[in-house]
């Protein structure tokens, strides 16, 4: 399994935009550094969730060789697990970002991450 590159889309001092396509064959992205003068992040997921598909952002502390990855949450405590098109802002500040396709086949998502300061 390959692991998906991120493209910035926008890169401004307030605000940044960051994209991934995530498929079953690319289930996972490339971890991004969160950075702490954007304390307002979201998570937009789009596309077809074929089979099954379920999407989670997760993020780690980890500086080095991260192994330990773990599911973000929404304001209101739950896990940002998306099994369809939606918008979700996310409560925690982790060290890095990925988003993980934790099931599904015939997948292929369009995620954006927006950080703003």
Same mark, same amino acid.
């Not at 979201?42 to 077809?48: E, I, N, Y």
């Given at each position: 399994m !390959?692991? !998906?590159a991120y493209e910035v889309l926008h890169d401004s001092a307030r605000m940044?935009?960051?994209k991934w396509t995530i498929t079953t064959t690319n289930a996972d992205g490339a971890p991004y550094t969160f950075s702490g003068r954007f304390p307002d992040k979201? &998570?937009?997921?789009?596309?077809?969730f074929g089979t099954g598909g379920n999407l989670k952002g997760q993020g780690t502390n980890e500086v080095s060789a991260p192994a330990n990855w773990y599911s973000l949450n929404d304001p209101q405590g739950n896990e940002l697990s998306f099994t369809a098109a939606k918008i979700e802002q996310i409560l925690?500040? !982790?060290y890095?970002?990925?988003p993980y396709l934790s099931a599904g086949t015939g997948v292929t998502l369009t995620? &954006?991450?927006c950080l703003k300061g």
């Open positions: !390959a692991t !998906a940044k935009v960051i979201s &998570l937009h997921v789009f596309g077809t925690e500040n !982790a890095l970002f990925r995620v &954006l991450l």
